[in-house]
């Protein structure tokens, strides 16, 4: 029986670059790499156990919108990028921000079986299923996921990405980093900060993929692809305030996390090469603080802070690379 080949299979080769970023990016990810199990939660159980009903029912929620975004941007989003990426180092990379948003997914399970009854976890997960705003966002973003087919829909599921991982994910962050700042459930928020410390790496990385791709486009092109990312990115900042509102109504911070969410609706913007859009007032200084993802541990005998790596490595800036 003859074999006949339909095309020629290639390797990833490592031992050549491919463009100028791709690379460090790698090492990048890899040295940051963690586990939940890494971090004692149960440090926290003292003080959770001291926090409002209010209070433990937002940080509840919070997680458990969290949970629902890394879920879905570990099982549709990279992948939908994936797909339609040719180039073999990038699609490591990319693959390997997969796993890592698997793993902070888990990393809220963490905190759940920690602090919670296993009844208690089974009605938030009924939770997220129930509350609109939340089911909503998942939808906005999966509609943009499942239609990735040519080089303009991969475009516009690489922007959606970047402002669910530089955006969305800041409704979630800032009661953690609020509280933790304020010497309450640290451990908890030593895991944000991890998690932090990834989702930047991931914004920045696919905001430079998708520069490239946008930079390929004709003038005409660019101006219906720019116009369409201001339609995502209204849509989601609107049904994102909808929500800010929804699950902070009764902590009197639904203005400092709407503010905190056009400040990071910026960055986003950044990561992507447009300009700022959105009028921010000052950000609450103890958030801001917690956004810092430099090297921090407040334990320095049993707790893995983010100051943790494989190596030594220094904080990328968006001028270390250039389309």
């Known amino acids: 029986m003859t074999f006949v080949l339909n095309k020629i299979h290639k390797a990833v080769n490592w031992n050549k670059e491919d463009d100028n970023f791709t690379q460090a990016f790698w090492e990048q990810n890899v040295k940051q790499f963690w586990l939940p199990e890494e971090i004692s939660i149960s440090k926290d159980i003292f003080v959770w156990n001291e926090l409002s009903l209010k209070e433990k029912e937002l940080y509840k929620k919070v997680l458990a919108g969290l949970t629902l975004l890394d879920t879905k941007q570990g099982n549709n989003g990279i992948p939908s990028m994936m797909s339609l990426t040719d180039n073999l180092?990038?699609?490591?990379?990319?693959?390997?921000?997969?796993?890592?948003?698997?793993?902070?997914?888990?990393?809220?399970?963490?905190?759940?079986?920690?602090?919670?009854?296993?009844?208690?976890?089974?009605?938030?997960?009924?939770?997220?299923?129930?509350?609109?705003?939340?089911?909503?966002?998942?939808?906005?973003?999966l509609a943009q996921y499942e239609s990735t087919e040519d080089e303009k829909s991969l475009y516009l599921s690489m922007i959606t990405s970047v402002f669910l991982e530089s955006f969305l994910f800041y409704s979630g962050f800032f009661y953690p980093l609020y509280l933790a700042g304020q010497g309450k459930m640290v451990a908890s928020g030593e895991i944000i900060s991890l998690i932090l410390r990834d989702e930047s790496l991931h914004g920045k990385y696919i905001g430079l993929l998708a520069q490239e791709i946008y930079n390929n486009f004709n003038d005409e092109d660019k101006l219906k692809l720019k116009n369409r990312m201001y339609t995502i990115l209204n849509n989601?900042?609107?049904?994102?305030?909808?929500?800010?509102?929804?699950?902070?109504?009764?902590?009197?911070?639904?203005?400092?996390?709407?503010?905190?969410?056009?400040?990071?609706?910026?960055?986003?913007?950044?990561?992507?090469?447009?300009?700022?859009?959105?009028?921010?007032?000052?950000?609450?200084?103890?958030?801001?603080?917690?956004?810092?993802?430099?090297?921090?541990?407040?334990?320095?005998?049993?707790?893995?802070?983010?100051?943790?790596?494989?190596?030594?490595?220094?904080?990328?800036?968006?001028?270390?690379?250039i389309i």
């Open 89 to 141: 180092q990038r699609k490591a990379v990319l693959s390997f921000m997969g796993t890592m948003e698997e793993i902070h997914a888990k990393s809220y399970s963490s905190i759940f079986m920690t602090l919670l009854s296993n009844s208690e976890i089974d009605e938030l997960f009924k939770w997220i299923e129930t509350e609109p705003t939340l089911q909503k966002k998942a939808e906005l973003i």
């Open 236 to 321: 989601l900042m609107e049904n994102e305030i909808e929500y800010t509102k929804c699950i902070y109504k009764e902590s009197k911070l639904e203005g400092e996390v709407i503010n905190f969410l056009k400040y990071n609706a910026n960055r986003a913007l950044e990561n992507l090469g447009f300009e700022e859009f959105y009028e921010v007032n000052d950000i609450n200084p103890i958030v801001l603080n917690g956004l810092s993802t430099e090297t921090k541990n407040h334990d320095f005998f049993s707790t893995k802070g983010n100051g943790y790596q494989k190596g030594i490595y220094e904080e990328l800036e968006d001028e270390d690379f």
